[in-house]
């Protein structure tokens, strides 16, 4: 790796996909992708929080949801606007761009397509919005990796455990130590390589920690010590994430945030578990430093 991305120490080998083109269109909007390749670290929760904490500093926002299969940003983005049929709440909303993947029998000409079909997409919401919000699936696709080569921002969010490291990096079970990056890891290097040959400015990655354990769990020590070393030598930044609280789940089904609670849109008195809640809500918006956002949400 070079100190232009930076990043340092080993070099990931090439992605799959490594042809792919630079990234086209403008950069008035900032891009921020959620990603990796496993379901369940908490993507679409935090896809949704941004996207809300956006709305509320202003910012017109895009969005997509590039997990064709499961939509859960989108079912979310539904479910939000049920909520404010049903009730008359004024709940904002962002501008949505869907994507659909080709039938072209060739896989080098569908996954041309694909890059073709995401850039004219993301192209148009870059020009109406100041923030894009990308989810992606908990797989590789194209559709996954273009959207980590076009990311200004990319936030993954990894569950606290060594299972969920695994993404990052591979492990010597042995010794303890870090061999080498994973498929993932990869990915994200092929997107820096073909963000510079664009002249466009480094990815912004971090690593949102969820799940992080109260107790002071060896687990929880060996993930914290092994996250620092990878994160100096793959060049990411590590941001604490949300606890496991029900209260995540629950509000799917409405289509609200934490950000909502606290005006009241449900109609429920706010209990202390909503309150940490939302304060790390706002601890991850500050750590993410975006361009004139005030953690202040």
Known sequence: MTASDGSAGFAPGSAPGAEADAPRGSARAHVVVLGNEKGGS???????????ALARAGKRVGAMDL??????????LENRRAYAERSGAALIM???AR?????????????EADRAALRAALDGLRARCDFVVIDCPGSFTTFSQEAHAAADTLITPLNDSLIDFDLLARVDPAT???KGPSIYSEMVWRGRQIRAQAGLKPIDWIVMRNRIATLDARNKRTVGRMLKELSRRIGFRVAPGFS???????????????LDL?????????????????QEVRE?????ELPGVSPEV
């Open 94 to 96: 962002p501008e949505q």
């Open 42 to 52: 908490g993507k679409s929760t935090t896809a949704m929080h941004l996207f809300v």
């Open 284 to 288: 991850l918006i500050r750590n993410l």
């Open 176 to 178: 303890g130590r870090i």
């Open 244 to 258: 496991e609280r029900v209260i995540f789940r629950e509000l799917f089904l409405s289509g609200l945030t934490l």
């Open 67 to 76: 997990d064709l299969r499961q939509q859960s940003f989108f079912r979310y």
């Open 99 to 111: 994507v659909t993947p080709s039938d072209l029998p060739l896989r080098a000409e569908a996954d």
């Open 262 to 278: 606290r005006g009241g849109a449900e109609g429920q008195p706010l209990s202390m578990s909503h309150i940490a809640a939302r």
